[in-house]
C-alpha cells in the first residue's frame, strides 16, 4: 500500500517561499504520475500542479504558473513543491496525491492515494 506524507508547510510573508515535500512509502513514487492539490474552507479541492511518470512532463495551475515548481527527488523517493512569490491566495491545505499511471490528471478523482494535507498560510 503507497503512503504519502507531506511536510513543509507554514506561515509565511506575501512574496516568501516554501517548498513543500511528498515523501512516499511501500512504493518507488517513480512508477506514479504525482499531483499536488490546495484546499482552503468552503472551496473545492483543486489542482496546483501535477507531474507525470516517465516522461516527467508537467502541468501547471494558470494561478500558480511561473512562480510554483514541482520535481521529483528519486533519491528520496520524493516529489517537491516548490513555491516562491506566495500571495494571501495560496493559503490553503496542500495536499499531495499519486496515481498508477503514466499522464498526471487535473481532477481529485483522478487520484488513488492521498496525504493528510500540510496547511500553508500566507500573512503579514
Known amino acids: 500500500q503507497l503512503q504519502l506524507v507531506e511536510s513543509g508547510g507554514g506561515l509565511v510573508q506575501p512574496g516568501g517561499s516554501l517548498r513543500l515535500s511528498c515523501t512516499a512509502s511501500g512504493y518507488n513514487l517513480n512508477r506514479f504520475a504525482i499531483g499536488w492539490f490546495r484546499q482552503a474552507p468552503g472551496k473545492e479541492r483543486e489542482v496546483v500542479a501535477c507531474?507525470?511518470?516517465?516522461?516527467?512532463?508537467?502541468h501547471y495551475a494558470p494561478s500558480v504558473k511561473g512562480r510554483f515548481t514541482i520535481s521529483r527527488d528519486n533519491n528520496k523517493n520524493t516529489v517537491n513543491l516548490q513555491m516562491n512569490s506566495l500571495k494571501a491566495d495560496d493559503t490553503s491545505v496542500y495536499y499531495c496525491?499519486?496515481?498508477?499511471?503514466?499522464?498526471?490528471?487535473?481532477?481529485?478523482?483522478?487520484?488513488?492515494?492521498w496525504g493528510q494535507g500540510t496547511q500553508v498560510t500566507v500573512s503579514s
Open positions: 496525491a499519486a496515481v498508477d499511471d503514466v499522464f498526471c490528471g487535473i481532477t481529485p478523482d483522478e487520484y488513488d492515494y
Open positions: 507531474v507525470s511518470s516517465g516522461r516527467e512532463s508537467t
